[in-house]
């Protein structure tokens, strides 16, 4: 699955929300699988959520708020799969899927890291610029 992926980040958010739930449905029933399911299903679907409300944001500081918070969701995310590897949680058969995912948490997070720094960036720019009111001198 070595794709180039070219489409939005709530799309792709999106899919690897569906992943993470779908390999979350084989986690073992005992206590642990049990505590990670819940946690990894809240985080993992939080990110496209999130996104999505950035997209309709009325201004760029709350535009600039959801991203931060999806980009914490994905490294929670990110942390969780790595958590599931390594206890192990899931059978050999799901190591491939497993590898997939924890390699997309890891570019999810890192573009989302970007994309925060770059409207950070371009909020503090506009917050230096001279307001003009209007009048001409």
Avoid: C
Wanted: proline share 5%; charged share 30%; no cysteine.
């Amino acid at each position: 699955m070595g794709r180039t992926y070219e489409g939005n980040w709530i799309d792709r958010s999106h899919e690897f929300a569906v992943r993470v739930l779908r390999i979350t449905n084989k986690l073992p029933r005992t206590a642990a699988g049990f505590t990670i399911a819940g946690q990894i299903t809240r985080s993992s679907t939080s990110i496209p959520f999130n996104l999505e409300e950035a997209k309709s944001a009325q201004t760029e500081p709350d535009t600039l708020n959801k991203t931060v918070i999806a980009r914490k969701e994905a490294a929670e995310t990110r942390r969780a799969l790595l958590v599931i590897r390594d206890v192990p949680l899931l059978p050999p058969t799901e190591s491939d899927e497993l590898t997939y995912l924890i390699k997309e948490s890891h570019e999810l997070v890192a573009m989302l890291t970007v994309g925060t720094k770059r409207l950070e960036a371009r909020i503090a720019q506009k917050k230096r610029r001279p307001v003009s009111n209007g009048k001409s001198t």
